[in-house]
């Protein structure tokens, strides 16, 4: 790829390209080797560069002064935002099986067929408190922004709990998480989030109108 931007890296090859790496950063000198096998080179552990190498860091110590692993206690820390009379319900957001991250390469695909838009999984309870169907638009709210999701009812979440992806840019789902953050990595609160979700049923049956 480098070649053909008119880029000369000076590493033709992937082995070459660790190579590199082992010679420029000894912490990864230590961690990767290349060993013959049948796919003509695996990254393996390595305590040093010229042993062949092992198939699991650490057997034996840890690369720390003493060879101990140091282990740390943190504190708890209670979430960013939590459920009140106006956002009671805590929405977490991951992936599924059948798409990655935003989608942008399996949306291209006939993953497609299994998953063709985002769905809000809740509990049986909740539906029926808040009055939402299986298979319907709903708009989903937090103290952000909002989204516009179709509800699936699971009994895969707790009560009180909803679920949803981010496959599907257009739904709208990274807008309402909050700019809550872990306080060490700095890695967005995603998990916690207070929303309250409502029937958008007026589109739903002017679309079912239409078809």
């Known amino acids: 790829m480098a070649a053909a931007m008119g880029v000369d890296l000076g590493c033709p090859t992937p082995a070459a390209a660790l190579d590199e790496c082992g010679r420029l950063a000894p912490g990864l000198r230590r961690a990767l080797a290349r060993q013959a096998g049948p796919r003509g080179g695996d990254p393996v552990a390595c305590p040093d560069a010229d042993q062949p190498g092992e198939a699991t860091l650490y057997t034996g110590r840890f690369a720390t002064a003493d060879g101990r692993a140091h282990l740390a206690s943190c504190p708890y820390l209670p979430p960013g ?12 957001t991951g992936r599924r099986l059948t798409h990655y991250n935003s989608g942008s390469m399996t949306r291209r695909t006939a993953n497609l067929l299994l998953e063709s838009a985002d769905w809000l999984d809740l ?47 257009v739904s709208g789902v990274n807008r309402l998480t909050s700019d809550q ?10 998990k916690v989030t207070a929303v309250r979700v409502t029937p958008h049923r007026a589109q739903h049956d002017a679309a079912a109108d239409a078809r």
């Open 81 to 92: 935002e939590r459920a009140d009379d106006d956002y009671p319900l805590i929405m977490v």
């Open 123 to 169: 509990h049986p309870e909740d539906a029926d408190r808040y009055g939402l169907r299986e298979g319907e638009p709903v708009t989903v709210e937090s103290r952000h922004g909002e989204a516009r999701l179709l509800a699936r009812v699971s009994g895969e979440v707790n009560p009180g709990q909803v679920f949803c992806a981010f496959h599907f840019p």
């Open 181 to 190: 953050a872990d306080t060490v990595t700095s890695c967005p609160e995603y």
